[in-house]
């Protein structure tokens, strides 16, 4: 099993900022991909930025130039810095990982989000 613990969701004005944090726990060999994706009140889920672990990151068109996703390896968490944020960014946020247990099976796992409230 693997737990992903989401933190960072808060109510913020238009043009701030926020950093999002998602720590992966419990038993695996290693997490290969760790990403953000976000979902807004009657809209479907969309995928916001994905980071490998080697460090290879892609972002939705929506979120380039604003927001910045990294990783710490050695902790097994992803931040994603959000800068610039617009109403349209406001959603639950939800941590998504991929990777294998030690008997290299394949595992995708998602966190319970962190609101995210763009407002003035």
């Known amino acids: 099993q693997v737990q992903l613990a989401e933190s960072g969701g808060n109510l913020v004005q238009p043009g701030g900022s926020l950093r999002l944090s998602c720590a992966a726990s419990?038993?695996?060999?290693?997490?290969?991909?760790m990403g953000w994706f976000r979902q807004a009140p009657g809209k479907q889920r969309e995928w916001v930025a994905t980071v490998t672990t080697e460090g290879r990151t892609d972002y939705a068109d929506s979120v380039k130039g604003r927001f910045t996703i990294s990783r710490d390896n050695a902790k097994n968490t992803v931040y994603l810095q959000m800068n610039s944020l617009k109403p349209e960014d406001a959603a639950v946020y939800v941590c998504?990982?991929?990777?294998?247990?030690?008997?290299?099976?394949?595992?995708?796992?998602w966190g319970q989000g962190t609101q995210v409230t763009v407002s003035s």
């Open positions: 419990g038993s695996f060999a290693s997490i290969t991909t």
């Open positions: 998504h990982a991929v990777g294998v247990y030690s008997d290299f099976q394949r595992f995708e796992y």
